[in-house]
């Protein structure tokens, strides 16, 4: 299963894991069996743990955000394929489509006048645009910031374009046994649990690099330093 939406703001990172992660594959590998729940019900209640944790962030934050509802299609995607009974290999295609699709955005973002890390990171909410826009204009240096923040974008959706295949690799090499058996939401329990450490470790660690590519392209273009660049940043008083 792709990870759930975010949880709102100042959200437990622990809770959000064994929401998403342990309790559903828990549930598929200890309750799948006939003398217990049986598959159909462990894959349901398995799907309402990431279900139910993103619709209730998408209450909390109360609007319809991208990716909260890419999230609960993405596990309502994966409920349909076990309740179908539909070959794994769907379940594989499901996996590297999510991230695919949002890598495919992102890379398309990079051929407009806005790309995704100016919209995400250079903002006015988070930096001092009309600071650093003075810096880099005082440097002659803005056509090389905008570059780089291109360049970041496109980064940022090698990234998803790696989850994708990474997602597609891992489900093709557990999830082999027929939809709707115990032996699938066994699989599909492993894969879950596996998915974390083989995949959103290392895209997180991947996104933190494209982060620093960025602003450290920034300080050097601009002469400033990260906390100068911020939005909230107060000057020095006079001496």
């Known amino acids: 299963m792709s990870p759930p939406p975010r949880p709102p ?30 598959p159909l019900l462990a894959l349901l209640l398995a799907l309402a743990f990431p279900l139910g944790w993103g619709l209730w962030g998408l209450l909390r934050q109360r609007k319809l955000g991208f990716v909260p509802v890419l999230g609960v299609v993405s ?47 250079y903002s006015p909410a988070l930096m001092d645009v009309p600071r650093i826009d ?20 496109l980064l940022l959706a090698g990234t998803f374009f790696f989850s994708a295949l990474m997602n597609y690799l891992l489900a093709r090499w557990i999830v082999t046994s027929p939809a709707g058996t115990e032996a699938f939401n066994a699989e599909l329990g492993r894969m879950t649990l596996l998915s974390y450490p083989a995949i959103a470790l290392p895209g997180m660690a991947m996104t933190l690099a494209v982060l620093y590519y960025v602003i450290h392209g920034a300080r050097q273009l601009t002469g400033l330093t990260l906390a100068e660049m911020l939005h909230h940043h107060a000057p020095p008083a006079a001496k």
Not at 14 to 23: D, K, R
Not at 134 to 153: E, I, M, P, V, Y
């Open 9 to 38: 703001k100042n959200g437990n990172p622990l809770l959000e894991i064994a929401v998403a992660f342990v309790a559903p594959a828990l549930i598929l590998m200890k309750l799948s069996s006939e003398q217990r729940l049986g």
């Open 134 to 153: 003075a810096q880099l204009a005082a440097r002659g240096t803005t056509a090389a910031f905008d570059a780089r923040l291109r360049r970041g974008t």
């Open 75 to 121: 596990t309502l995607l994966t409920g349909g394929i076990g309740l179908l009974k539909l070959d794994a290999q769907w379940l594989a295609v499901k996996e590297a489509a999510v991230p695919a699709f949002i890598g495919l955005a992102v890379l398309v973002s990079a051929r407009t006048r806005w790309p995704l890390f100016r919209m995400l990171v």
